[in-house]
């Protein structure tokens, strides 16, 4: 079997990379946080110091980053990915980035014979601890075949999107979509708390109906109970929709609701709920009511 490497255990990545290893794979990890780390080493992966010894150490180098320097950095930088990289290798990043960025990541990493590919992924903590991701993927097909087997460990749904970049152009869709979903969803349980009405009443009424989505499905009884601890955080999306806006820039497209819903988020940071999950985002609109529809985290 491939030797995996995994760089970036958040939220999100320490559970894939744990998926990884029940699936049989070896894998080497690295993290700026030792407790991730740690952790994994201690359930039998083993560990690199620098994205440049886990390249140098693996068949397929996955990152999985905060953001578009973050992964330019792990790639590019000192003691960086293409520093360990080596012909006939995969990279794949999970992270959510620029389609610029993987545009030019791609080129660079072929001047060592090295494939790339652009996979971030869809379906936050829950998704990522039970291996039911949704992968979007850009790159060469070739590519994609040599680590559908460690993708299928990750994820339950696997789409080659296009060429390099359009696999992070698929998931820009996916965050205005997300984005939209939570918005409305906190549009309208505040609505209804504002009429008296009960809002887990109104969404037991909607769900089955047009306005089915996977937000109504999961997020509402979480807020209700007072619970907005992430499974997405809330500046991650914030950050997610300035990717879309500066995507959307560059190719003369308008998303006037999109640029809303980015204020939103950005407000969430700005009111101290950068740490709080996405669906908190109806705290916002909470504050511009003047109500709350649960005292809790």
């Excluded at 330019?72 to 960086?80: D, K, R, T």
């Excluded at 992270?95 to 590919?117: F, M, Q």
């Excluded at 109906?209 to 809330?234: E, H, I, M, S, Y």
Aim: with cysteine; proline share 5%; glycine share 12%.
């Amino acid at each position: 079997m491939p030797t995996v490497g995994y760089i970036g255990l958040g939220i999100m990545g320490k559970s894939i990379a744990r998926n990884i290893m029940r699936a049989g794979f070896p894998i080497v990890v690295h993290n700026r946080s030792r407790a991730s780390v740690d952790e994994l080493v201690a359930q039998g992966a083993a560990e690199a110091f620098s994205p440049a010894e886990a390249a140098s150490r693996t068949d397929i180098v996955f990152t999985n980053l905060p953001d578009s320097p973050d992964v330019e950095m792990a790639v590019l930088g000192p003691g960086g990915i293409f520093e360990g990289a080596r012909e006939g290798q995969v990279y794949v990043d999970n992270s959510t980035v620029k389609p610029a960025l993987a545009r030019r990541l791609s080129e660079k990493l072929s001047e060592k014979g090295v494939a790339a590919l652009d996979a971030p992924v869809s379906g936050g903590d829950i998704g990522a601890r039970e291996g039911t991701l949704t992968i979007m993927v850009g790159g060469r097909e070739s590519a994609l075949q040599k680590v559908m087997p460690v993708l299928k460990a990750m994820g339950k749904t696997v789409t080659h999107v296009g060429e390099s970049g359009a696999g992070q152009v698929a998931k820009a869709a996916n965050q205005i979509m997300v984005a939209a979903q939570m918005v409305a969803m906190g549009e309208l349980l505040v609505l209804a708390r504002k009429t008296g009405v009960d809002p887990a009443k109104v969404v037991d009424a909607i769900k089955g109906g047009a306005a089915q989505c996977w937000t109504l499905d999961v997020k509402p009884q979480r807020l209700f109970a007072g619970n907005r601890r992430p499974g997405f955080k809330a500046y991650m999306q914030a950050k997610d929709l300035n990717i879309v806006l500066d995507t959307a820039r560059e190719y003369g497209v308008p998303l006037p609701a999109t640029a809303v819903n980015a204020q939103l988020y950005n407000a969430m940071l700005q009111m101290g709920m950068a740490e709080l999950d996405n669906s908190a985002v109806v705290g916002v609109i909470e504050s511009l009511s003047g109500i709350q529809l649960q005292n809790g985290e």
